[in-house]
């Protein structure tokens, strides 16, 4: 369904196609309305009508269901799904410092912007979803690509990349939903300041550089080891 979406923004439609269109525009913001306000807690079909001030059985009707409405949303406001639409969009072969580090920033951005996408990440950490665990499969295979064309720098080294990730990941989840609902500094750090965010980032990037140029290190010295002496 949402792949039908995406193809209608693609072309100017008139008749009952575009106003099929707009109103599954309308649902879809209601839902990020209501994302944004209450929580995941507040999706039910006719709250999510209401809002959208459509039938509910268009719901039924356009999406399937309630999951099939909440699905679509979910893919297409991930920012990992964003990320591997745009990588797939513009193909890289090289996982580079820069590229890494403009990934985690680009990510943390997006968090600290969007409440919607932060009360999703506090749903997939409260309970079971089918759906938000589909999503977290996808997230794993996008990750999967990006670290098979990272591997060449840290195979063969101590330097464990993928565990890396998962740290920085976690902590910009972390990061962005304290900054959200709490005043206190983080570590003396006051996230709820540019100063204070752009220290984080900058921490962040240093991670990274260090993981490469560690990386890079260990593969001279065995380099160096097993050269043989003239």
Not at 152 to 177: D, E, M, Q
Not at 191 to 210: C, F, H, N, R, Y
Not at 213 to 221: I, M
């Amino acid at each position: 369904m949402c792949c039908i979406l995406g193809d209608m923004k693609t072309r100017k439609i008139q008749g009952p196609i575009r106003d099929k269109q707009k109103t599954m525009q309308k649902l879809l913001q209601a839902v990020g309305s209501i994302l944004q306000s209450e929580g995941h807690k507040g999706l039910k079909v006719s709250k999510i009508a209401d809002r959208a001030k459509v039938d509910k059985k268009l719901i039924y009707n356009y999406f399937g269901s309630l999951d099939g409405l909440i699905d679509c949303y979910l893919r297409e406001h991930d920012f990992w799904k964003r990320t591997d639409d745009n990588l797939k969009a513009h193909p890289v072969t090289d996982i580079t410092i820069e590229l890494m580090s403009g990934i985690f920033r680009n990510q943390f951005d997006f968090l600290e912007h969007s409440h919607e996408m932060q009360n999703i990440i506090l749903w997939e950490l409260s309970e079971y979803n089918r759906r938000l665990s589909e999503i977290l499969d996808e997230r794993e295979r996008f990750g999967e690509r990006v670290f098979q064309l990272s591997d060449k720098y840290f195979a063969g080294t101590p330097v464990n990349f993928r565990a890396v990730n998962a740290l920085l990941v976690s902590a910009v989840y972390y990061i962005v939903l304290h900054k959200r609902y709490n005043k206190n500094t983080l570590c003396s750090i006051d996230v709820t300041t540019p100063e204070g965010k752009d220290q984080i980032l900058e921490a962040i990037d240093q991670v990274i550089k260090w993981c490469y140029a560690e990386a890079d290190k260990s593969k001279k010295a065995t380099a160096k080891k097993i050269t043989p002496v003239p």
